[in-house]
C-alpha cells in the first residue's frame, strides 16, 4: 500500500498554492495537511517546543504514508516560512526523537511549487532534495506550477499531470 499526502506549507491556506494542490489532487486520491492549521514553533536545542503539533503531526505522517508531497508557494526565492519551520523542526528527529526519524527511511518525497510566473530558479529543489537524501528518503521530484489571475497556466497543468502519474 503507498498511501500519499501533501503537506501545504503556505501562509495562505487558499491561495494559488492550494489552487494548485487542489488541482494535483483532484481525483481525491491523497490525503491533506495544511501547516497554517498546526501548531510549529521553531526549532530549539533545549526542544522547548515538545509539546506544539510537530511530534504528534510526524508520528501520524510516518504511520500512515509512504509518500510525501510538500506543497509551498516560492517566497524570496525559497520555500515558504512555514514549511521552512517544518523543516528545521525534522532536527527534532535527529537528536531526541530518532527512533522516529529513523522511520524516514525508504518513504518518498516530493515537491511542488507555486508562483505567478514561470520563473522559478535554478537549485530551488537543492533543500528538498538533500533533505530527502539526509534522512534516507527517494526524492520522486518535483514540479513548478504558476497561478495567472486566480488560474493555473495551461502550460503549468501539462506539468502537473505529468508529476501526477509518479503517484
Known amino acids: ?46 526542544f522547548k517546543n515538545a509539546n506544539d ?4 503531526l510526524m508520528e501520524e505522517i510516518i504511520e ?32 531526541y526523537k530518532k527512533e522516529l526519524g529513523r522511520k524516514l527511511r525508504g518513504k518518498n518525497m516530493a515537491m511542488i511549487s507555486c508562483s505567478n510566473a514561470n520563473d522559478l530558479k535554478d537549485g530551488y529543489s537543492m533543500p528538498f532534495e538533500a533533505s530527502a537524501n539526509y534522512l534516507g528518503m527517494n526524492y520522486l521530484g518535483d514540479v513548478h506550477a504558476w497561478v495567472e489571475q486566480g488560474e493555473i497556466n495551461n502550460e503549468a497543468i501539462k506539468l502537473i499531470d505529468g508529476f501526477r502519474v509518479k503517484f
Open 64 to 95: 500512515k504514508y509512504d509518500t510525501i508531497i510538500f506543497a509551498t508557494p516560492v517566497y524570496w526565492y525559497s520555500m515558504s516560512g512555514t514549511l521552512k519551520v517544518f523543516f528545521d523542526r525534522l532536527s527534532d528527529l535527529l537528536h
Open 1 to 46: 500500500m503507498n498511501k500519499t499526502v501533501i503537506i501545504q506549507g503556505s501562509s495562505k491556506s487558499k491561495g494559488d498554492t492550494n489552487t494548485v494542490v487542489n488541482y494535483l489532487n483532484k481525483d481525491n486520491q491523497f490525503d491533506f495537511i495544511d501547516l497554517k492549521t498546526k501548531v510549529i514553533g521553531h526549532f530549539e536545542y533545549d
Open 53 to 56: 503539533d510537530f511530534l504528534r
